[in-house]
């Protein structure tokens, strides 16, 4: 048919249907409408460039140019175009199954539930009611955190037209600025030589140098960070090139050099000798730390160090890197890297981690002000170079970015030779023959890849990529709308939303300095140093000397005070990590999981068992603290955007440390059972039986087809499960209890620290962890044995009704032997309080079976005694 292309026709059975496509509805590639427009415009493209170069080879006959045409090269334009990422849903044949598994688990389990409640123990009344309130409980919790993985995806970017988009030859690089965020408290906790690898890991990353810059937060004001940071920006001019030149992985020394590599090649025998140079400088400076002068530290130069009081100390900024002339070895320009450390007096409130996060934030802004801001932590690496380009993809995507306010990394972790060592993961897996626990790395896998096809993961602390707009409270963009609300709290109307003219009401949310109010419209854009010291540049700007001063006023001790950081703003305090990522979800953002192929971070952090409870400790008082504040989301953000099933998975990650009280009564269960010869259920008829095989075979399916489509194997799976015991009956439990009472008792706000990256706790300050899963290994190894002689003396019969309850008993020991293995490992090290009071506690439960007489046969029957005239 004759035309512009705009139109198909479609002849059928003498009939003529005219279809009208336009242009925009038309997809590209091959056999489209829009194909031979496209194809003439590439053409006459060539053909002008052809003109331009005149170059004689160039002049070839008709047919040699048409030849030409087709080279792969001339799409690339069409390419740049094409989205940055693609969301993948799991595969039908993977998920449906898992979803059917699910349903005729849900209905199992209302049979179930329903012959539980009509068919009561009469000999064991309480230990029936007890069964049956734990395991309605346990029923509901597995219900709140299974349907936020109905519908999982996975996400692909292209990293190739990433740079065809936004680093075209000849251009001025058009990808955004990043802000890298790396907090660190105590260099004494926190290696000195791990926060080192942290920094030169961000430094020597794929990605434009004008572009990065990397802020290192010293809470402690502790010279010995400044210092190391010094010799780190020093061994940076080598380290970044070398890892350009030979495009090495991974970026961090101490990671890189520990892998199998030649070092008889001479490009490996240089640096790793200066790397081990600097090791050697590193290490000197933390053991001349550890003997502090009787007159205080002092500088280079003489003058009193600052900071020699971690509580009471001025701020600090120091800019060793940048474009002020830090250039590497080859003369190539470095990022920025700043030192900074915020003011700290008695008397303040400065909530940990949060509250210096905050604090970097502001001076991020005032100082390069980049659209978006990354969280490290200082025990971890950047593992995959390209990790912020993969993130730049989902961002900046077309589809997805727009209301993206972040990207959350899985966060994994090293392999260390420590056998009985305990590695923390956030997610939160065993790469030793003991168990190393990467905390919950299949929550990462399975829940993440679920929320990611709701309204995206949670933020869980580190590893994660924001942007700055949405850290600041602005409400995500509505489609439609001209122009961003700004600063909106949850559920507000649109009229009721201030905007960026409101200067008044932007000072009282974010702080009385005019430059960083600025710099959130994002208007305030550094300039370069005037050589006359000068307070503004002759274009109005303020020069590097004034914004310095403006960042020392936002780190102030008191620069928050009736302000909404950490209550709307920023990284919110109380309630753990989540809640800052539950606000940005109530406004309306989503955020995305990526999962490269090669994990973004990694982190050389190393826990024992005291370290790992004690991690479990804090982020179960966090969540008992979110649940009892305004943020809980069981009654936050109605009115708002916040999904009902991303708001389910929150209530589920919030109330997690109450599943302590149900999961420790269950697991003493097994023991009473054993001890008093009773037992939860009923006798269980044909069936009955078979329901309860058909519940068992049901978890058993929807735990296989689950490992299935998430792709975690069953090894990480069980341990999983493990830990879920192990942290409910120790770590969670004392935080119920403690959170309650601090709580309710109406004390101040949690200030429970994380553990170091390295910890070997020693003392009995932990000790309160390790009392409860030692007493139920030990009441139900007593249970066991006293079940075993009973049944013993008491004949063959006895051997039936011993199974189940041998059965139930084991339950409880495999999920918390991986935690006795590793304190066996200790030797010497466990506290002896430890066990007397565990041996105390499984005493007193082991005198119920001594009460019983349990020697005594017990036979059913007529009495064997001599009875007279009366039998």
């Known amino acids: 048919m004759e035309g512009n292309g705009r139109f198909l026709a479609a002849v059928r059975q003498g009939d003529m249907r005219v279809y009208v496509v336009t242009e925009a509805q038309a997809s590209y590639g091959y056999g489209t409408v829009s194909w031979k427009k496209r194809l003439e415009g590439w053409r006459l493209r060539k053909e002008r460039y052809e003109m331009m170069t005149a170059e004689p080879s160039h002049a070839k006959a008709d047919d040699a140019s048409a030849e030409s045409f087709y080279s792969p090269d001339l799409p690339v334009m069409d390419q740049a175009r094409q989205p940055l990422s693609r969301k993948v849903p799991i595969a039908s044949s993977l998920v449906n199954p898992y979803r059917m598994v699910i349903v005729i688990r849900l209905v199992a389990l209302a049979f179930y539930f329903r012959f539980r409640i009509l068919n009561p123990v009469g000999n064991a009344y309480g230990l029936w009611l007890t069964s049956v309130v734990c395991e309605i409980w346990f029923a509901l919790s597995w219900i709140a955190h299974q349907l936020p993985k109905w519908f999982p995806v996975v996400r692909e970017t292209y990293l190739d037209r990433l740079a065809l988009r936004y680093e075209k030859q000849g251009q001025v690089c058009g990808l955004p600025a990043i802000d890298v965020l790396v907090a660190t408290e105590d260099p004494f906790k926190d290696p000195l030589l791990a926060t080192a690898n942290a920094v030169l890991s961000v430094l020597s990353v794929d990605y434009p140098v004008e572009k990065l810059s990397c802020y290192v937060s010293d809470d402690s004001a502790a010279m010995l960070t400044f210092e190391g940071l010094c010799e780190t920006s020093e061994f940076a001019r080598k380290w ?92 190539n320009e470095l990022p920025r890297l700043v030192y900074v450390s915020r003011e700290r007096r008695p008397g303040f409130k400065h909530h940990n981690k949060a509250g210096a996060m905050n604090a970097l934030v502001r001076v991020s802004a005032v100082l390069t002000n980049a659209p978006y801001v990354v969280d490290v932590n200082c025990a971890d690496y950047v593992n995959n170079s390209r990790a912020l380009r993969e993130a730049m993809c989902l961002m900046m995507d077309t589809m997805v970015g727009k209301k993206a306010c972040f990207v959350q990394f899985p966060q994994r972790f090293g392999s260390h030779d420590n056998e009985h060592a305990v590695f923390f993961d956030v997610s939160w897996r065993p790469v030793s023959l003991v168990w190393i626990s990467e ?8 829940n993440l890849k679920g929320l990611d096809g709701i309204q995206g993961p949670m933020y869980v602390g ?17 489609s439609g709308k001209a122009r961003q609300r700004l600063h909106c709290r949850v559920g507000d109307e649109e009229g009721a939303c201030h905007f960026a003219s409101d200067e008044k009401r932007l000072e009282k949310r974010y702080g009385q300095s005019p430059v960083f109010v600025a710099s959130t419209r994002q208007e305030a854009v550094p300039s370069s140093p005037n050589d006359d010291g000068s307070l503004s540049n002759d274009d109005g700007s303020l020069s590097t000397s004034a914004l310095l001063k403006e960042a020392i006023h936002v780190i102030s001790c008191g620069y928050e005070d009736k302000t909404e950081w950490g209550k709307e703003v920023g990284w919110i305090y109380g309630g753990g990590d989540c809640v800052a990522g539950m606000l940005m979800h109530a406004r309306g953002w989503r955020s995305t999981y990526c999962m490269p192929q090669r994990p973004a971070f990694k982190s050389c952090g190393l826990l024992d068992v005291a370290g790992k409870l004690e991690q479990l400790l804090v982020q179960s008082m966090a969540s008992m603290e979110l649940v009892l504040s305004k943020h809980c989301p069981l009654w936050y953000g109605y009115g708002g955007r916040l999904k009902l099933l991303q708001r389910l998975a929150y209530l589920s990650s919030a109330f997690h440390p109450l599943n302590s009280i149900p999961l420790v009564v269950y697991s003493t269960l097994p023991a009473v059972c054993l001890l008093t010869g009773k037992f939860i259920l009923p006798e269980l008829g044909r069936s009955a039986s078979l329901l309860l095989m058909t519940v068992l075979l049901c978890i058993g399916a929807s735990a296989i087809l689950e490992m299935r489509w998430s792709g975690v194997s069953a090894e990480e799976w069980w341990q999983d499960e493990q830990l879920w015991v192990i942290g409910g009956v120790s770590s969670h439990l004392v935080a119920l209890f403690q959170g309650l009472v601090k709580v309710l008792g109406g004390g101040d706000s949690f200030s429970f620290e994380a553990p170091p990256c390295v910890c070997i706790s020693t003392g009995t300050g932990w000790s309160s962890l390790l009392v409860p899963p030692l007493t139920i290994l030990v009441i139900n190894m007593v249970g066991v044995a006293a079940g075993l002689s009973d049944t013993l003396n008491n004949g063959y019969e006895s051997w039936g009704p011993l199974l189940g309850k041998l059965l139930f008993a084991f339950w409880v020991i495999s999920h918390l032997y991986p935690f006795l293995k590793a304190i066996m490992a200790r030797h010497n090290r466990t506290p002896t309080i430890v066990i007397v009071w565990s041996i105390l506690l499984a005493s007193i439960f082991s005198l119920l079976w001594v009460r019983i007489n349990p020697f005594i046969p017990k036979l059913v029957g007529p009495s064997l005694e001599e009875c007279g005239i009366n039998c």
């Open 240 to 331: 970044v090139p070398f890892c350009r030149s030979f495009n090495v992985e991974p970026r961090a020394p101490q990671v890189y050099f520990a892998q199998k590599i030649d070092y008889a090649d001479t490009k490996f025998q240089s640096s790793f000798r200066e790397y081990e140079e600097f090791k050697v400088r590193i290490n000197a400076l933390v053991e001349k730390a550890a003997k502090v002068p009787e007159e205080g530290w002092s500088m280079q130069d003489g003058t009193p160090w600052p900071g020699t009081n971690s509580r009471d100390h001025p701020g600090m900024i120091q800019v060793f890197l940048g474009h002020s002339g830090g250039h590497d070895s080859d003369g």
């Open 439 to 446: 905390l919950r790395t299949t929550v990462w896998q399975i």
């Open 462 to 478: 580190r590893g994660c990529v924001f942007r700055r707009q949405a850290l600041y409270g602005v409400c995500a963009p509505v």
